[in-house]
């Protein structure tokens, strides 16, 4: 994701301008659509597209980033983004270990993200980290960047959206390499061993990066306080974030039946787009031909969870930054840039169709699942952030 700094408009008292306008119009705009989705569709997916509202807002008012925060682990040891994730996956793996384990919550039944881990998920999470730093974002932060208003992430966005879709027509030339079957720790380990051995790692990540920070920075920046925060004007404390994002994602998986995706929906909108101008026949490509994918070419998109969701949440971005005093939209990119947000936003959708999804399906719910697969995205991302990181100047991107 990418990291705006909170600099909101302030009178000489300190007090946040809000932008009238764009509150008033970014809080109508989600509850017709609540009410419209309730009525047209199901309270449960109204319910979802306000939880995607409530995941843009934390996300926008902490700046809570996953590009972000491994471009500042990586350059000056500042790790108090990653280490926010930690709090995040601690919280997470809490309240999901149980929840599948007993299959159902209050009656719904839940699954996991457990998918194969294999070179595909290696290769594309790699070329996912590359598309992290050099796009500017990721998912999730060019979902909610872009509702805050900056131009760049909207034309990452675009260019994902074409990624993602030329990952799924070209789906048949890496699903023969090889790869574990679907492994889930908890179902290996037992329940409690493999929650003691989830938050014992999480622990010794956030341990070593804060030792580390220490000795780089003289400092260790702090999670849960952050000078002149404020619920809705922000910004917020990175560890509010991480843990609404936590409890939000557990919300999605007992509402949804499974947790908080995004990139599902950014390959439907791919070939919808181009089968509607003629351009491709998706129909009979293998990726739309899998029995769980192929009524998304055909259901209305006011009943797709995820399609709503990645609304919600654009929508609860511009919300925020409305409250912050902070919508600001500029066309003013620079060549460089524009050329980094195609190139990244490209590989940004290929990799994460290969890697099945991204840093929030892959690594945040596939961790939170017990998968496997979710580890292998993390450790195949990193090092392509940190290549990404190298490029950036080529582009005439800052390190």
């Not at 017709?32 to 509202?53: H, P, Q, T």
């Not at 697969?373 to 100047?393: D, E, F, Q, S």
């Amino acid at each position: 994701m990418t990291d705006p700094s909170h600099t909101p408009a302030r009178d000489l008292g300190g007090t946040i301008h809000a932008q009238r306008w764009v509150v008033m119009f970014a809080a109508l705009v989600l509850a017709v659509g609540a009410v419209w989705i309730g009525w047209g569709a199901s309270g449960r997916l109204a319910a979802l597209f306000i939880i995607g509202a409530g995941l843009g807002f934390a996300l926008y008012h902490a700046a809570f980033g996953f590009t972000g925060a491994y471009r500042a682990a990586f350059s000056t040891g500042r790790s108090g983004a990653v280490r926010a994730q930690m709090v995040m996956l601690a919280l997470a793996v809490l309240l999901f270990f149980p929840a599948l384990e007993m299959g159902e919550v209050l009656g719904q039944p839940v699954r996991g993200f457990v998918f194969p881990a294999g070179w595909e998920v290696a290769i594309g999470a790699f070329l996912f980290g590359i598309g992290m730093q050099i796009g500017g974002g990721c998912a999730s932060g060019t979902l909610y960047t872009s509702g805050g208003g900056d131009t760049r992430s909207v034309v990452t966005l675009f260019f994902f959206v074409v990624g993602m879709t030329l990952g799924a027509w070209d789906v048949e030339r890496w699903s023969a390499l090889p790869a574990l079957p679907p492994v889930s720790i908890p179902d290996t380990l037992g329940l409690w061993p493999a929650l003691a051995l989830n938050l014992a790692v999480f622990a010794a990540i956030a341990f070593a990066l804060s030792a580390r920070e220490k000795r780089l920075t003289g400092q260790v920046e702090p999670l849960l306080w952050r000078s002149k925060a404020r619920l809705l004007t922000g910004p917020w404390a990175l560890a509010w974030a991480g843990l609404a994002l936590a409890v939000l994602n557990a919300a999605t998986l007992v509402i949804a039946g499974r947790p908080w995706g995004i990139t599902q929906a950014f390959a439907t909108w791919g070939a919808r787009t181009g089968e509607a101008l003629g351009i491709v026949d998706p129909v009979f490509w293998p990726y739309w031909e899998d029995p769980t994918r192929i009524d998304l070419l055909h259901r209305p998109l006011v009943q797709d969870a995820t399609h709503l969701m990645n609304i919600g949440l654009v929508l609860g971005a511009f919300l925020a930054a409305g409250l912050a005093g902070r919508f600001a939209p500029s066309l003013r990119i620079g060549l460089g840039p524009l050329l980094a947000a195609v190139l990244g936003g490209l590989m940004l959708g290929y990799g994460a169709r290969m890697a099945f999804g991204c840093n929030i399906s892959a690594f945040f719910s596939g961790v939170a699942s017990g998968s496997l697969h979710g580890w292998l995205w993390i450790a195949a991302a990193l090092p392509g952030n940190w290549l990404g990181l190298k490029l950036r100047p080529l582009f005439g991107l800052s390190r």
